[in-house]
């Protein structure tokens, strides 16, 4: 069996069975977003206000749910769901399919694995989720063969899909983590080379980016970002192709972003979405929330993946090839950063930075042809392998508590409490100079690995004898 086979499986396994022992389901915008799926099965429509008046939430685990802040009427007098409807239609087959399942099992035989009809119905609509995430580890290992010998492939992608966030979102019925396939589906396409990509493959990535903004409308910037990479990236194929091809792949990117907010204006009277009018945005937080984002003890990036650390070593080893990637990435990092809410809610860590994740590996794998990056990379690489065990064991460890402490580096003995106490807890008061501080200190710590790792020529890749872009910006 290839490495492009068993990675995604055992990456399936592993959160499969974490899943198993005891973690939070159906919570957070969760339900939500299944309330309108089942909506969508039972009546055919969006308008959930008598599936919460009817307690549907009950059918997929989530007895006495209520629509709190999660629905508005529209111009028309229906109360649909302020999330948008993307991830929600996606899901709708697979609950459907879900639910007759859950119904002809009798009762006993899911109580006596702790299950009920509704928590067997999220399980599977949740495993249906966690396949579609272990497609994406397979996209980025298959993309990242193209250019560097396989094992720095594998350990890239590896090290991706069993950190956090990626790791710790596949599970979950989020939109991130279906946008962060579509990222991972854009990375295979921009490692193929120019005699692989096909009418047909590029077609179907860029449809994929396209429909990213009815996942959520913010991402309607990751599409832009993406879009300018792949343009950058494939420039000479796309000015061979005739003038129809390349008009249908503009069309893919930009109909469907055009069609939601359509959508958007004739259901609710602008092109805000429900959330959109009233989203607390602000410039005066993005210093707090920008250093949150990335390192607070509980909520940040490299709270729980340390491995991050490694990156902007890594992007400046690679920047020649991969500087574009910055463009897609500060336009899902600011307005995150901005949000009032920038830690997410009650989610795993570093929720609103899952979908560029996967962008991440390129970067990451380039710059590790260098043998002198790779055992520099080994310790930080063994201690994350350490915090993703833990919290197999315990998942209920990847949701922060909000009290200033990191359950989990707690946990893991000498250097685990020294790393958390170097982290600043932004949500809970530390100043911004706590948080700049850590900056600095990662900014000289880059300065002196990108030093160390360029006293030695990359290492050379077996993966083709075919020129590749990275090659050729080297």
Same mark, same amino acid.
């Given at each position: 069996?290839?490495?492009?086979?068993?990675?995604?499986?055992?990456?399936?396994?592993?959160?499969?069975?974490?899943?198993?022992?005891?973690?939070?389901?159906?919570?957070?915008?969760?339900?939500?977003?299944?309330?309108?799926?089942?909506?969508?099965?039972?009546?055919?429509?969006?308008?959930? @206000?008598?599936?919460?008046?009817?307690?549907?939430? &009950?059918?997929?685990?989530?007895?006495?749910?209520?629509?709190?802040?999660?629905?508005?009427?529209?111009?028309?007098?229906?109360?649909?769901?302020?999330?948008?409807?993307?991830?929600?239609?996606?899901? /709708?087959?697979?609950?459907?399919?879900?639910?007759?399942?859950?119904?002809?099992?009798?009762?006993?035989?899911?109580?006596?694995?702790?299950?009920?009809?509704?928590?067997?119905?999220?399980?599977?609509?949740?495993?249906?989720?966690?396949?579609?995430?272990?497609?994406?580890?397979?996209?980025?290992?298959?993309?990242?063969?193209?250019?560097?010998?396989?094992?720095?492939? %594998?350990?890239? /992608?590896?090290?991706?899909?069993?950190?956090?966030?990626?790791?710790?979102?596949?599970? $979950?019925?989020?939109?991130?983590?279906?946008?962060? %396939?579509?990222?991972?589906?854009?990375?295979?396409?921009?490692?193929?080379?120019?005699?692989?990509?096909?009418?047909?493959?590029?077609?179907?990535?860029?449809?994929?980016?396209? $429909?990213?903004? *009815?996942?959520?409308?913010?991402?309607?910037?990751?599409?832009?970002?993406?879009?300018?990479?792949?343009?950058?990236?494939?420039?000479? *194929?796309?000015? &061979?192709?005739?003038?129809?091809?390349?008009?249908?792949?503009?069309?893919?990117? %930009?109909?469907?972003?055009?069609?939601?907010?359509?959508?958007?204006?004739?259901? *609710?009277?602008?092109?805000?979405?429900?959330?959109?009018?009233?989203?607390?945005?602000?410039?005066?937080?993005?210093?707090?929330?920008?250093?949150?984002?990335?390192?607070?003890?509980?909520?940040?990036?490299?709270?729980?993946?340390?491995?991050?650390?490694?990156?902007?070593?890594?992007?400046?080893?690679?920047? &020649?090839?991969?500087?574009?990637? %910055?463009?897609?990435?500060?336009?899902?990092?600011?307005?995150?950063?901005?949000?009032?809410?920038?830690?997410?809610?009650?989610?795993?860590?570093?929720?609103?930075?899952?979908?560029?994740?996967?962008?991440?590996?390129?970067?990451?794998? $380039?710059?590790?042809?260098?043998?002198?990056?790779?055992?520099?990379?080994?310790?930080?690489?063994?201690?994350?392998?350490?915090?993703?065990?833990?919290?197999w064991q315990f998942p209920r460890?990847?949701?922060?508590?909000?009290?200033?402490?990191?359950?989990?580096?707690?946990?893991?003995?000498?250097?685990?409490?020294?790393?958390?106490?170097? $982290?600043?807890?932004?949500?809970?008061?530390?100043?911004?100079?706590?948080?700049?501080?850590?900056? @600095?200190?990662?900014?000289?710590?880059?300065?002196?690995v990108v030093l160390v790792a360029?006293?030695?020529?990359? /290492?050379?890749?077996? @993966?083709?004898?075919?020129?590749?872009?990275?090659?050729?910006?080297?």
């Amino acid at each position: 069996m290839t490495s492009t086979r068993w990675l995604p499986i055992l990456f399936f396994l592993f959160v499969w069975t974490l899943t198993t022992h005891g973690k939070y389901s159906v919570s957070g915008d969760e339900p939500h977003y299944l309330m309108v799926a089942h909506s969508l099965v039972a009546d055919g429509d969006l308008d959930v @206000a008598n599936n919460y008046r009817n307690n549907d939430g &009950r059918r997929f685990g989530h007895d006495g749910l209520t629509p709190e802040q999660h629905v508005r009427a529209t111009l028309g007098g229906a109360a649909w769901s302020v999330h948008d409807p993307g991830l929600s239609i996606l899901i /709708a087959p697979i609950y459907a399919a879900a639910a007759r399942l859950a119904s002809v099992i009798p009762g006993a035989v899911l109580a006596r694995v702790r299950q009920s009809r509704g928590l067997f119905t999220y399980s599977l609509v949740s495993l249906s989720v966690l396949a579609l995430a272990a497609w994406g580890v397979s996209l980025v290992l298959s993309g990242l063969l193209h250019f560097v010998e396989p094992r720095v492939a %594998v350990l890239v /992608a590896a090290t991706m899909a069993f950190s956090p966030p990626f790791m710790s979102h596949a599970f $979950l019925v989020f939109p991130d983590t279906v946008a962060a %396939v579509v990222c991972c589906a854009v990375v295979w396409l921009l490692c193929l080379r120019p005699g692989e990509l096909t009418g047909r493959r590029v077609m179907l990535t860029t449809l994929g980016v396209g $429909l990213l903004p *009815w996942l959520h409308r913010k991402y309607a910037l990751l599409l832009v970002g993406l879009a300018i990479v792949i343009a950058h990236r494939h420039w000479p *194929w796309l000015d &061979r192709q005739r003038p129809g091809v390349n008009v249908t792949i503009l069309g893919l990117v %930009v109909l469907p972003a055009v069609g939601l907010f359509a959508w958007t204006w004739m259901a *609710w009277g602008h092109l805000g979405g429900p959330q959109g009018a009233a989203m607390p945005l602000a410039v005066r937080g993005m210093p707090a929330g920008s250093l949150g984002l990335l390192f607070d003890r509980e909520h940040g990036l490299v709270s729980y993946a340390p491995v991050f650390l490694l990156l902007p070593a890594c992007w400046m080893l690679a920047w &020649r090839a991969h500087w574009t990637l %910055v463009v897609p990435v500060l336009l899902v990092f600011l307005p995150a950063a901005a949000f009032l809410e920038w830690f997410a809610g009650f989610s795993p860590a570093a929720r609103y930075l899952v979908p560029v994740v996967p962008l991440l590996a390129l970067p990451a794998a $380039l710059a590790l042809r260098s043998r002198a990056l790779r055992w520099i990379a080994l310790p930080v690489v063994l201690f994350q392998a350490a915090i993703s065990a833990y919290v197999w064991q315990f998942p209920r460890t990847l949701w922060p508590r909000a009290t200033g402490s990191n359950q989990v580096l707690e946990a893991i003995p000498v250097i685990g409490p020294l790393y958390s106490q170097a $982290l600043p807890s932004m949500r809970t008061g530390d100043s911004i100079t706590q948080g700049l501080l850590t900056a @600095a200190g990662l900014a000289l710590a880059t300065a002196l690995v990108v030093l160390v790792a360029r006293k030695r020529r990359p /290492a050379p890749t077996s @993966a083709s004898s075919t020129a590749h872009p990275d090659d050729m910006r080297r």
